[in-house]
Structures are given as structure tokens and as C-alpha cells.
Nanobody
Framework: QVQVVESGGGLVQPGGSLTLSCAAS????????MAWYRQVPGKERDLVAR???????KYADSVKGRFTISRDNAKNTVSLRMNSLKPEDTAVYYC?????????WGQGARVTVSS
């Protein structure tokens, strides 16, 4: 059973930083890609950042220059470093592991950016 578990959400002031972590139960080298998505109530889940085994990570325009996705293949973890956070970054963040036809999701980590 493939599992992914997020951690690191919380409350942060505007301009602050937060790091989310995602731990996978399998080798992330077997995944097509690892990604972070976010969702706010009433809206679709949107891609924030994606990283593959090779190549350059992809970011949503709204987070370019502020967020950084990274991976630790030895630990089977993926992290999302979020800097210069804005109130509009408030959402539930989900880790995604893609194995071709199958997507596996974590339970979500709530991030609230507020003063």
C-alpha cells in the first residue's frame, strides 16, 4: 500500500516562512513525479510545484521565486520551502506521488497565513 504523509503545516504571519515535508512509503525514485498541490474551499486543487527524478522543477506562477521544492531520495521525502508567504497562500497543501496511471495523496497539511 502506497502512502504519503505530510507534515509541517501551521499558522504563520505574512512575510514569514514555513517548510512542508512529505514522506512516502516507497522509493520516490519509482515515481514519475512528486508534487505539491493546494486547495481552498470551493475551488479546485491546484498544482504548486512538481519535481521529477531529472530536470528542472516546475512551479505555479504565483509561487515562483518564493517557494522551493526539493527531494531526498535516500529518505524518500519531498519538501516545500515557502518564503515570503502571503495571505493568499492560505490553503490545505497536499503531497502527490504519481505512478503513471495512479496518483497517491496525503491527508493534507493546513497552512494559514494571517497576522
Amino acid at each position: 500500500q502506497v502512502q504519503v504523509v505530510e507534515s509541517g503545516g501551521g499558522l504563520v504571519q505574512p512575510g514569514g516562512s514555513l517548510t512542508l515535508s512529505c514522506a512516502a512509503s516507497i522509493s520516490i525514485l519509482s515515481a514519475n513525479a512528486m508534487a505539491w498541490y493546494r486547495q481552498v474551499p470551493g475551488k479546485e486543487r491546484d498544482l504548486v510545484a512538481r519535481i521529477k527524478n531529472v530536470g528542472i522543477p516546475k512551479y505555479a506562477d504565483s509561487v515562483k521565486g518564493r517557494f522551493t521544492i526539493s527531494r531526498d531520495n535516500a529518505k524518500n521525502t519531498v519538501s516545500l520551502r515557502m518564503n515570503s508567504l502571503k495571505p493568499e497562500d492560505t490553503a490545505v497543501y497536499y503531497c502527490n506521488l504519481n505512478l503513471g496511471l495512479h496518483d497517491y495523496w496525503g491527508q493534507g497539511a493546513r497552512v494559514t497565513v494571517s497576522s
